[in-house]
């Protein structure tokens, strides 16, 4: 599976960003897909994460209440839109899989599958 990340770049405080996620070589529908970034000289982060029938979400504090995840199987392809950009949101944003598929999880070593990252950056 070619986990493919798109929508990031330089946006300012306020704004908003869909990042999208593709995959090719499987179909995704059956696994979990999380979103994780990860800010210069910090640890990576989970962001957000939905399972495969999209009934189960999660969101890290940092961005619940701004943020939606949710997935399009027919495009093979996940979502993130955050809102109400921050400067500490910038970061380098990842997609990844997950399976068996029917929880969220924040165990980035739970995940097989990752993208190359989009970079997300909120200027003040």
């Known amino acids: 599976v070619h986990l493919v990340e798109s929508g990031g770049g330089l946006v300012q405080a306020g704004g908003s960003l869909r990042l999208s996620c593709t995959a090719s070589g499987r179909t995704l529908s059956s696994y979990a897909m999380g979103w994780f970034r990860q800010a210069p000289g910090k640890e990576r982060e989970y962001v957000s994460g939905?399972?495969?029938?999209?009934?189960?979400?999660y969101y890290a504090d940092s961005v619940r209440g701004r943020s939606t995840i949710s997935r399009e199987h027919v495009k093979n392809t996940v979502y993130l839109q955050i809102n109400s950009l921050k400067p500490e949101d910038t970061a380098v944003y990842y997609c990844a899989a997950r399976f068996p598929g029917n929880s969220v999880s924040s165990n980035m070593a739970e995940y097989t599958y990752w993208g190359q990252g989009t970079q997300v950056t909120v200027s003040s």
């Open positions: 939905v399972n495969w029938r999209g009934d189960r979400t």
